[in-house]
């Protein structure tokens, strides 16, 4: 049987087992002889060496082994190309460049994620197959690489880069692999218009047939304020307030599920307005339970404002969800008592219920009327604990302590699981809001207590939040030090995956 070669074979560790196999052969050592086999001579050569090595791998002869490993060191080289280019990360490509000059031109992913037409050019040249072939690091073709890199050439550049491929057949509806761990495929135009703000590239794919409703174009170009970009797909014909197919949702009702103490918040505010100022219809219902964009908006905390805009752009105050919810209630168990004074004073009816009242209390930090609710019915402790952890999840999640406060100083259960079975603290860690961790844990939450769905205590999720939460605002080094000093079970990877901060908070709190 053939060996099996490391993930990541060594040339020079390969050429070093050759020399001692040529050391152990000359030295007469019965498993050397026995591994090379008849050779003309008492002395073997490093060819031969070389030769017997590469047949145990599988290969004709040390020529083909070599060429195999450079070929996979040209690829895993090409990838990290490809990550530096569309991460935007100038010294690692730089130090790839200066060891492997020959790197920027050696693929045409390459040439294509660096947008160097010409080097694109000189591989349509050889084979007008290059311009549709997919490949690489994110299985797509080169005029998908066009519009993901961020460094190399310019904006003009990019767009000659995509005249050359579009003109050889390119497909600008062509779908890459993301390799942020989502499972499905993504389109070309998302890339220039929402991974990039590339807005005479994406006017060239419409021109070319791309597909402005592709169910991703919309919606991040509007989340990162990508103006430009959401002028030429509107120019193209995209429906900007329309509920999308696959997702079941609208831009609008999207944008609004972020917070807005996010750290994309202030981006995806400029596009709810640029949308709402566009013709986005507010009053479009989404999913099976028919929510329209106004509740996320008044659910998730954001501003007067904003809320007074959709009102005056149509939104309809009167709505309920399919279950016959009022935005009214919406706003009531929010605490948002300003809101709740907007929506009657555009038509809706405030029917809340008791319960909802209370809600609204504690949701509004405000514990006095809180502690007269709940005296009048000592039974919602029990009836509304669901309610009640949901509240908790989202306050947390937001680093909104006065929730936290009032819960605590009502005694209620402030350590029960919510969304993806994590309790408020695990939510507090997986965004890094220090203070609502430091009310929690002074409370009592349990530290070590795993989630349901991941098996990962709180420590574990503020680790992997650091590197992988959306909304990165948090403070994630101090949280961790937080659990790390009250002797928090650490997870079993440690640091690792975490954030610069995090790991340093782990180094100094050594086992």
Known sequence: MNKQLPERPDLDQLRKQAKELQKAFRAGEPEAIARVGDVKGAKLSLLDAQRTLAREYGFPSWAKLKLHIEALETGLATARLVVAATHGDQATLSALLADRPKLARQTVSACAVLGDVEGLRAWVAKNSEFARASGGLCDAGALTYVCLGRLGGDETARVACADLLLSHGADPNATWKATDGYDGRLPTLYAAVGMNNYPNLARRLLAAGAKPDDGESVFHAAEKNHRECLEALLAAGADIGGRDRKWKNTPLYFLLGWSPGAAPAAEARAGIVWLLEHGA???VSTYDHAETPLFPAVRNGWDLDLIRLML??????TIRRADGTRICSVAVKAGRADVVDLLVARGAVDEA????????????????????????????????AGEITALLVGASRRGDVGPVRVAGALELDCDQPGDNGGRPLHWAAWHGQLAAVMILVELGADLNRRDASFNAPPLGWCVHGSANCRAITGDYGTVAEVFLAAGADRPPHGAAGGSAAVQAAFARYPK
Do not use: I, K, M
């Open 281 to 283: 219809n507010p009053n």
């Open 353 to 384: 219920t008791p319960a909802e009242r209370f809600l609204g209390a504690v949701a509004g930090g405000r514990e006095a009327e809180a502690r007269e609710r709940l005296a009048t019915n000592p039974a919602w402790r029990q009836q509304l």
């Open 312 to 317: 005056d752009r149509g939104a309809d105050a």
